[in-house]
């Protein structure tokens, strides 16, 4: 599940481009198994597969990808990962991983707001909607605080972890001569 691509494409990679680039395989590959068998079980052993820097790039760029559509976005799947704690804890985990201090801090705000907020831990008690943020007005002003760290902060971190993934290329790339 390593991307292939030759030194020379690898070099003139934009930050983002090379983020997605990388994740580009993971998901083809984890969309393709759960076409064919959506289960925990199937999920599970896609993980296992990853290396670690993979599993850390996966389950941040997953986050991501959703968090940063709007505010909205942002609440409703911060609480949905919150309530699958192995979830959550993979993605802040993974940004340890790749040392990214200021969204590893931002999450664990974000966690805090939401808990205060009484966002269920588990997903069977999961009754969180997008609409919640039009009815409660301290909540969605503190969801907006934190969106707009999101939206400052994210490019810093795509920038670190393609960094890493220059200084790591092993982990992530097949260089191609």
């Given at each position: 599940?390593?991307?292939?691509?030759?030194?020379?494409?690898?070099?003139?990679?934009?930050?983002?481009?090379?983020f997605?680039?990388?994740?580009?395989?993971?998901?083809?590959?984890?969309?393709?198994?759960?076409?064919?068998?959506?289960s925990?079980?199937?999920?599970?052993?896609?993980?296992?597969e990853?290396?670690?820097?993979?599993?850390?790039l996966?389950?941040f760029h997953?986050?991501?990808?959703?968090?940063?559509?709007?505010k909205?976005?942002?609440?409703?799947?911060?609480?949905?990962?919150?309530?699958?704690?192995?979830?959550?804890?993979?993605i802040?985990?993974?940004l340890?991983?790749?040392?990214e201090?200021?969204m590893?801090?931002l999450?664990?705000?974000?966690?805090?707001?939401?808990?205060r907020?009484?966002?269920?831990?588990t997903l069977?008690?999961?009754?969180?909607?997008?609409?919640d943020?039009?009815s409660?007005?301290e909540?969605?002003?503190?969801?907006n605080?934190?969106?707009?760290?999101?939206?400052?902060t994210a490019?810093?971190?795509?920038?670190?972890l393609?960094?890493?993934?220059r200084?790591?290329?092993?982990?992530?790339?097949?260089?191609?001569?």
């Open positions: 599940m390593i991307v292939q691509m030759k030194r020379q494409e690898f070099d003139s990679l934009a930050d983002e481009a090379l997605n680039a990388c994740f580009k395989p993971l998901i083809l590959d984890y969309k393709s198994r759960m076409a064919k068998e959506n925990s079980m199937v999920k599970e052993l896609f993980y296992k990853l290396s670690t820097g993979q599993k850390a996966f389950v997953m986050y991501y990808d959703h968090a940063i559509e709007s909205a976005e942002f609440y409703w799947w911060s609480a949905y990962f919150i309530a699958q704690p192995k979830i959550w804890s993979a802040k985990t993974g340890q991983y790749f040392r201090e200021p590893y801090i999450l664990e705000e974000t966690e805090l707001v939401l808990k907020y009484n966002c269920p831990n069977e008690k999961f009754a969180v909607t997008r609409e943020l039009d409660n007005r909540l969605s002003a503190s969801i605080s934190l969106y707009v760290d999101f939206n400052k490019p810093l971190t795509i920038k670190e393609s960094d890493f993934i200084y790591n290329y092993e982990n992530f790339v097949k260089i191609e001569d």
